[in-house]
């Protein structure tokens, strides 16, 4: 039985106690987490079958996190027998708190969380886990001593692509002779504290531990933001003369180091003097690999929506769930028939 009666009871006391009102997604520029149901929605989830989804999202910060809120939303509508409520948590924590205690005042059926850093969980999952209310992690994980508190988690393994990125960055420069050279490498990470910042840096200096002639010359957080990784690469160039690569931890903050480069008069890609290396490999990026600005692009999935749909459905008719659930990645490089691969690339 779902619990939207209980929503609609609970409208009056809601409307009551917030000072704003939103309805699903909610836009930036607002502050997320004030808001709470709004009468629409309240009536729009007044039957006995619409399964109602709360989901936490990170913001808006790259294409990759478009493809994923466009998975979501493209799933979790009402013809497949759900409502959604949207929330964006604009980069900060504390957003993704407030919306998560709103949609456990709304009594909500489950809880989407991707958490934009892996700590400080705690308090608002136990909040949910008394509530009742499953909550599924996607994409990026959370770090709670009592893995009760969620009930599956489900996305990259951001080591692996860390890793695959070293191996590919090693094989890449064995083919070019450059094998026993010395390699000066800067990184742009993600977010930091994030899994996927964290999972990548950590894979990829597994592999640079292996090569003694890899210096890795410096490392500096550009949020995942193609803004800030055009400034953060514009100090890298300030402050060192000799890179060689750039290992940048998602495909916005390659855009905006590439804005970078060339803006300093300097060249990057297969014939640059700077290799470039980024995560995500969305459609922009293989575009970019055919005009010879980026060299590999090492997938990370977005799409997640209908697999966290199929958790739910397994829920729903009372069915055990991995409490693990990796997706299936590859990467790409300018050595591939990217015209051809472009074709296939939904986001
Ligand atoms: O958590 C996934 C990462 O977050 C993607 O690599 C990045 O583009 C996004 O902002």
Redesign the pocket.
């Known amino acids: 039985m779902r619990k939207l009666v209980v929503v609609v009871g609970l409208l009056f006391c809601v409307l009551l106690w917030v000072s704003s009102c939103s309805t699903g997604r909610v836009e930036n520029g607002e502050i997320p987490g004030e808001e709470l149901l709004h009468e629409d929605d309240a009536l729009a989830v007044e039957d006995d079958e619409t399964i109602v989804v709360g989901f936490a999202q ?1 913001g808006s ?2 294409d ?2 478009l493809a994923n809120t466009q998975s979501f939303e493209n799933t979790f509508t009402e013809e497949n027998g759900y409502y959604l409520i949207f929330e964006d948590g604009q980069q900060k924590q504390e957003n993704q708190i407030k919306a998560v205690r709103n949609f456990i005042l709304q009594e909500v059926d489950y809880i989407i969380l991707d958490p934009i850093v892996e700590t400080g969980w705690e308090g608002v999952l136990k909040e949910a886990r008394d509530a009742g209310i499953p909550v599924i992690v996607a ?2 994980q959370v770090d709670v001593a009592d893995e009760s508190l969620y009930t599956c988690w489900v996305g990259s393994d951001f080591v692996k692509e860390g890793r695959r990125a070293g191996e590919w960055l090693a094989d890449y420069l064995g083919k070019q002779g450059r094998g026993r050279e010395v390699i000066n490498i800067v990184t742009l990470q ?1 977010t930091l504290d ?3 910042q964290i999972g990548r840096t950590d894979g990829f200096a597994d592999v640079l531990e292996e090569h003694d002639n890899w210096v890795m010359l410096d490392r500096e957080t550009a949020d ?1 933001t193609q803004a800030k990784g055009q400034e953060v690469m514009e100090g890298f160039l300030n402050r060192y003369s000799d890179i060689d690569v750039v290992i940048c931890e ?3 903050m390659a855009f905006g180091a590439i804005d970078a480069i060339q803006a300093a008069g300097r060249t990057c890609g297969p014939d640059g003097d700077m290799i470039i290396i980024s ?2 490999a969305v459609s922009a990026a293989l575009q970019a690999m055919q005009n010879g600005e980026i060299n590999a692009a090492f997938e ?1 999935n977005p799409q997640l929506g209908p697999i966290v749909s199929d958790i739910i459905e397994k829920l729903e008719r009372g069915e055990e769930v991995e409490k693990v659930q990796y997706v299936e990645e590859t990467y790409f490089d300018t050595t591939m028939n990217l015209e051809e691969l472009l074709k296939e690339r939904t986001y």
């Open positions: 990170v910060e790259s990759w996190r994409d990026r993600g994030s899994s996927a995942f998602n495909d916005n995560f995500d990370c």
